[in-house]
């Protein structure tokens, strides 16, 4: 599987739900970063974590890493309609001294009212 | 500011045309990429430019794409003799650091290759 790759494809819930999506990558990293999609257009920054860090908060999202698995999970709770997109991780890779981020080819978020 | 804007936000073309697409990062980002993005599929990086350095074009899918930039401000990306297998959304990212800071995307521009 290529660096990045997003765990399910595809996730249906209902409003007030929580939403977990997980991504698993290859090489080492310096840093992970969750991306939202909307239709198909441009990607919306939502979280970065560091390598040396194991779980980060914003508002109802929380994510994790596990570098020793590498792998992270973002957890949206008590979701809304209005969180139905798609969901990318990206990371770097460091070691290959490629400065661009490899994304996973994302999760699909629809959440149902 | 203004975010990352591209145009044209719609293109469609003909096989074997030619097609240029603009993008304007934000004011005093020195990172711009382009990437291309399939019906259904994650990204695909094409192309990194980084202030004054030799452009990282390790992932142009062949030398029908190509890309300036000028300075630290507009980019072009490029496709010659246009195929069909071309159409997709390419995206363009600022950033202002070279790694290890968010990148901001513009809205994309939708090719259609017919």
């Known amino acids: 599987s290529q660096q990045g790759e997003e765990d399910p494809q595809a996730l249906s819930i209902q409003e007030g739900e929580n939403a977990t999506m997980n991504c698993s990558y290859k090489t080492s990293i310096n840093n992970l970063q969750w991306y939202r999609q909307n239709s198909g257009r441009g990607l919306v920054h939502l979280i970065l974590?560091?390598?040396?860090?194991r779980e980060k908060h914003s508002g109802r999202l929380r994510v994790t890493l596990d570098t020793s698995k590498k792998s992270s999970s973002l957890l949206i709770t008590a979701s809304r309609a209005a969180d139905t997109a798609s969901y990318f991780c990206a990371t770097d890779a460091p070691d290959t001294g490629r400065r661009a981020l490899t994304f996973g080819s994302g999760t699909r978020l629809q959440v149902q009212p | 500011g203004a975010g990352v804007s591209q145009s044209p936000s719609n293109k469609v073309t003909e096989k074997g045309k030619d097609v240029e697409l603009r993008c304007d990062p934000i004011s005093g980002h020195t990172a711009l990429y382009w990437y291309r993005q399939r019906l259904g599929q994650g990204l695909e990086f094409l192309i990194y430019?980084?202030?004054?350095?030799?452009?990282?074009k390790s992932g142009l899918p062949s030398d029908r794409f190509s890309a300036e930039r000028t300075g630290e401000s507009v980019s072009t990306l490029t496709i010659q003799r246009t195929q069909q297998e071309d159409s997709a959304v390419y995206l363009c990212a600022s950033s202002p650091q070279p790694s290890g800071s968010p990148q901001y995307f513009g809205p994309g521009t939708r090719l259609t290759v017919l």
């Open positions: 974590i560091r390598s040396n860090e």
């Open positions: 430019f980084q202030g004054n350095s030799a452009p990282d």
